[in-house]
């Protein structure tokens, strides 16, 4: 196997975009952002599927379902209450609010309605219950070392320089 291929053991860098089903994007990472293949690095299985036997210059697409994913939609995280119980800065839709629970736990919520007097906060992830897009871009692949396989991340700080 050629040293810049993609396979278990590899450290990967890339950049990607995170894509909704209707193709908008959801986020983006164009700093290169690197990985352990095979490591357990805890990138989306379908997107290192995508990405094994590739090198760099190699664009990918994988769709992400939700149970690989982003997970389903928790209706827990879905509040809905009294618009004049919220302050006035983030009564619009896409406001987002940090909200802290009874444990003591910081959530963020998103505004995703306003009606009737109501308004439905989300702390859900947008992509929470529906399949994304990955299209990611190969920068660079070199061999791992043991400590890289174990943690599943490279072990500089900084990518490595462009091939």
């Known amino acids: 196997m ?5 396979g278990h053991g590899k450290v990967v860098y890339i950049t990607y975009s995170v894509l909704d089903e209707d193709g908008k994007i959801m986020g983006q990472q164009d700093m ?3 990985y352990v293949h095979g490591a357990g690095s ?3 299985p379908a997107v290192e599927r ?3 036997g590739r090198q760099p210059g190699d ?3 994988a769709e992400v379902s939700p149970e690989e994913g982003f997970g389903p939609s928790d209706p827990n995280l879905i509040i809905v209450d009294e618009i004049d119980h919220v302050p006035p800065t983030i009564r619009y839709i896409g ?3 940090e909200l802290q629970n009874d444990a003591g736990e910081k959530l963020s919520f998103r505004v995703i309605n306003i009606a009737d007097g109501k308004i439905t906060l989300d ?3 947008p992509l929470a219950g529906r399949t994304a897009t990955i299209v990611a871009t190969v920068v660079s692949v070199r061999d791992a070392v043991a400590e890289e396989l174990n943690s599943g991340f490279p072990a500089e700080q900084g990518p490595p320089p462009l091939h």
């Open 2 to 6: 050629s040293n810049d291929i993609i």
């Open 32 to 34: 290169p952002t690197g």
């Open 42 to 44: 805890g990138l989306f």
């Open 50 to 52: 995508a990405l094994e």
């Open 59 to 61: 664009a990918v697409k």
């Open 95 to 97: 406001a987002e609010a």
């Open 123 to 125: 702390g859900n992830n």
